[in-house]
């Protein structure tokens, strides 16, 4: 891996399946020592979780391989008593500690933010919850399904006939996820470490939202389902092509103006319904019946990179398999081809790149308990306690 602004820098991984594994990936990708801390015998759900029924059966899901290379794993009962011990000995050793439990649960085991901070006071606690850490919600189960229906983002998923939809992957999770990780490399940076992070998933989505929020709160307009349309602006949207959908966002007059006469079609500049941008907005399905009534006649392909040479903003819808595949998205190296013993896995790096460097994964996600023995005896545990404690099932 090449750069690692957070190098030296120990996070415990106390998260199971999106958000806080999505976060603390993050922070593994950018070089910090990510150690995730597991139930003994069975670990992260995302380890039974995924497209493949033999890899959940040996705690490798494929939900758990994409976002938990570049960690360590190691197993303990935190309810235990010497769990409990364990645990703090640990945090006297980390910079950061991410739990997404619901609020409560890790008071109620004496290992909450007071009890752990008196134990390391300059210690980072990032709490990621379905609401947030107060509030009558706070207890209220939290799946990303849950706060996609909460936050408001399925009312305007979809079309009038569709909606409420839900996004297709876990929205709420990942922003979540992102959203932690983003505070604690705020924090990290603080000239005086040690702060309690409360992570609302709602609160990340919604403030998302910004544009629906705003023209709701500022100026009055109630949210809609406009499906494939883009409501700014017209013609913007997603247009029938002969073989297949183009996304067109001819947001500015010019724009508008040459893709008209592109497609020979300048009779509609002088149309009294598409005269000026409000017009246009508020007749955009009639007008957009008449541009596919040219744009059904040739290829998606042809026309995106005719309008695009234009200078109007166009592209191609594709499918996951499609984008991984296009040389603008393969050949920047966001994939890695990470070793994980007989088998090569490809997994998502960090999205940004350092100058020339993109932050990738060269290790694989750790099976469970991988790190258990090393971990525990960097710790002062000898070899006989170490076993001792697996006898006990504390590991």
Same mark, same amino acid.
């Given at each position: 891996?090449?750069t ?14 999106l ?20 139930r ?5 759900l995302?380890r039974?979780?995924?497209? /493949? ?28 008593n ?42 980072i606690?990032?709490?990621?919850s379905g ?17 996609q ?37 705020a924090?990290? &940076? ?11 998933m ?11 929020v705003? &023209? ?6 109630a ?16 247009f029938a ?5 183009? &996304? ?17 079609r300048? /009779? ?49 819808v594709?499918t996951?398999p ?37 932050p990738?994964?060269?290790?694989a ?7 258990? /023995? ?22």
């Amino acid at each position: 891996m090449g750069t690692k602004p957070l190098s030296g820098v120990r996070v415990l991984d106390l998260t199971n399946v999106l958000a806080g594994p999505y976060c603390c990936y993050q922070l593994a990708l950018l070089g910090a020592e990510v150690i995730k801390v597991e139930r003994p015998g069975s670990g992260d759900l995302a380890r039974q979780l995924g497209a /493949d029924p033999a890899r959940n059966k040996a705690l490798m899901g494929v939900s758990f391989l994409a976002q938990n290379a570049q960690k360590k794993s190691l197993t303990l009962d935190m309810k235990s008593n010497k769990g409990k011990a364990l645990l703090k000995r640990l945090v006297r050793s980390a910079d950061v500690l991410v739990e997404n439990f619901r609020p409560g649960v890790m008071d109620r085991l004496g290992l909450g933010y007071e009890a752990l901070k008196a134990e390391n006071p300059s210690l980072i606690y990032c709490a990621i919850s379905g609401f947030g850490q107060d509030g009558p919600w706070k207890d209220n189960p939290a799946y990303d399904q849950i706060v996609q229906g909460i936050s408001g983002v399925m009312s305007i998923t979809g079309d009038a006939e569709s909606a409420p939809l839900r996004v297709g992957y876990p929205l709420a999770d990942t922003v979540g996820g992102m959203t932690a990780a983003f505070a604690i490399a705020a924090a990290l &940076n603080d000239g005086e470490r040690g702060a309690f992070l409360d992570v609302s998933m709602t609160e990340a989505v919604i403030s998302t939202m910004g544009w629906v929020v705003s &023209n709701h709160l500022i100026a009055g307009q109630a949210p809609g389902a406009h499906g494939n349309e883009n409501t700014t602006s017209a013609p913007s949207g997603t247009f029938a092509c002969a073989d297949g959908p183009i &996304n067109v966002a001819a947001n500015r007059d010019e724009q508008w103006e040459s893709m008209a006469r592109h497609l020979g079609r300048q /009779d509609l500049l002088s149309h009294p319904d598409y005269l000026t941008r409000e017009d246009r907005k508020r007749n955009r399905h009639r007008l957009r019946a008449e541009l596919e009534s040219v744009l059904r006649t040739r290829p998606a392909a042809a026309w995106v990179e005719e309008l695009n040479g234009l200078g109007v903003p166009s592209g191609p819808v594709l499918t996951v398999p499609q984008i991984l595949n296009e040389p603008q998205v393969r050949d920047r190296g966001l994939i890695a081809a990470v070793p994980a013993g007989d088998e090569v896995l490809h997994l998502a790096g960090a999205p940004v790149r350092f100058g020339t460097c993109r932050p990738v994964p060269d290790q694989a996600p750790p099976a469970l308990g991988a790190d258990n /023995d090393a971990l525990w005896q960097d710790l002062g545990l000898s070899s006989e306690e170490i076993e001792t404690l697996k006898q006990e099932r504390v590991i």
